[in-house]
């Protein structure tokens, strides 16, 4: 497949509705803003995020700034700490169970990946589950699989296709969606949380023999593949609504940089046939900090009893 | 619907290989008292079994008699509580804490549905996880949702169908799956099992518009709905392999009972596309019970690390 362009010839036809993710972010950013102000002129308490980063990652740092600088602009404290790529299991768990003990922290971020000597496992069980903002903890995804329970918070990502999809205007219930990917981050609790929404939801991976005959049944697509521009509009049903969470960097010497980005899903063709669709970048990218500042606020809110 | 007969005339020419439940849940019993002897032989361990009964409810009180019976004969050393209609949350926690604790149980269970004025959330999340043979905690199903985890134990009557899928040769990686009903105990799990194990899974459930257009396009499908015949012929795709969970009673004057038992699909009909079913009753049924005792025995080899 062909990376970088997907249609032949890009037609000025294009009839989907844009979702822009980067407006509504910027929406959800005020909101929390408005609230944090609310509660801190109610009952003194200003939200707490604590984000743990292992290792120099040039894009861990990145995302950690920008967390960071979110956190800022809203009233969130963020507090961090930064250990050598060479830091133990141990130092990290340590600095957890500080965070979980403290009470002016309301929500612990683990930066992924971590280095490799490290157990993933080990180290988010360690995030007491009540301060879990990146919803991570198999207990938040064992409840958000379950009828009748509810997870202390829902992964930000998913959350965020989920909001993208609830401004937007699109009615989920009784609707088929289709997930592409089972991630744990993404794919795996965006189907949990369409199937909550009482969806009709099947799950497209690696192993799927015909993707395209089943995405095609899909009222609403949620890709999280990481492969560019799999989804080509032969794929969509007319009308669908498409949530695009891939970001992959494709080569292209036109740009000062020598790639650009593209989701997983071809624009130019799916734009033509769907009903809405998310761009990339500006679609889903933007959500995901906006769902953390959020989850953090929901957070303190839950601890403190705040409503 | 007619619940009592779902086929106008019942014909000669079923051609379904007719999976027998109750055959395999022997073996299955059979295998596990083998390995019981060898551990108790080699280790001197006897797997333990708790089963707390809440109430007097009879239906209840005949499953608690048939898993006492069953563990007798396999040689799992049952621990039985009885506790009184009207016992509080608190007593049955306790119960459950003393089990926890007594390193001659394996596995715990709280034998559903518990009287009204208990919250079932409270009481199972008090079974510790690693004796959880039930697997209805949330960190199991959690772990069962995702993808690099496995969940200490898979729920009995879920596990049965995967088991009867395996033992009859039905082949899921990359085959499409359709479970009908999203219960916790069992459509959830079953789907999230399909899916470990790399079928392309829809749920279809009481919000799905179309659920014979879906259900049709399925290699494999999972009934645990409730719905007495609801699965019609025209629902199945030829060849199909059909795992009916359902147990319903209906009208049927031609018995000494005045009812007998059908499933959710319409066995007449189905077994004459299907390519292999479950009859009802002696299909899933036996199964449970079955997996009950393997999972307790899996329990003490984990615990007592004997392989």
Not at 88 to 93: F, G, L
Request: proline residues 6%; hydrophobic residues 40%.
């Amino acid at each position: 497949m062909d990376g970088f362009s997907c249609a032949a010839t890009v037609l000025a036809d294009a009839s989907a509705k844009i979702i822009d993710g980067k407006l509504v972010a910027k929406q959800i950013r005020e909101e929390v803003g408005v609230e944090i102000a609310r509660m801190k002129d109610t009952i003194g308490v200003v939200p707490g995020l604590a984000v743990i980063l292992v290792g120099s990652r040039k894009d861990s740092q990145t995302y950690v700034r920008n967390k960071k600088k979110a956190c800022d602009a809203v009233g969130i404290k963020s507090y961090e700490v930064n250990l050598p790529e060479d830091a133990s299991e141990y130092e990290v768990i340590k600095h957890i169970a500080t965070f979980n003990d403290d009470p002016s922290v309301h929500g612990i971020l683990v930066q992924l990946p971590l280095p490799r000597h490290m157990n993933d496992e080990n180290i988010l069980n360690a995030v007491s589950i009540e301060k879990d903002v990146d919803g991570f903890h198999p207990v938040n995804i064992g409840r958000l699989a379950m009828q009748g329970r509810d997870p202390f918070f829902v992964p930000c990502t998913p959350k965020g296709c989920m909001e993208l999809l609830h401004r937007s205007g699109v009615e989920i219930k009784g609707k088929r969606a289709v997930v592409i990917g089972r991630s744990n981050i993404v794919g795996t609790p965006a189907a949990l949380l369409l199937q909550k929404a009482n969806a009709t939801v099947s799950i497209v991976h690696s192993k799927t023999k015909n993707p395209e005959e089943i995405t095609r049944q899909a009222d609403i697509i949620i890709a999280a593949v990481g492969v560019a521009n799999l989804v080509r509009g032969s794929w969509i049903k007319p009308g669908a609504a498409i949530i695009d969470v891939g970001i992959n960097p494709v080569d292209d010497p036109a740009s000062p940089r020598g790639y650009r980005l593209v989701g997983d899903v071809c624009f130019e063709e799916a734009s033509k046939v769907a009903g809405a669709i998310t761009p990339v970048p500006g679609g889903v990218g933007p959500m995901t900090i906006a769902m953390l500042l959020s989850n953090t606020l929901d957070s303190a809110k839950r601890i403190h009893k705040f409503k």
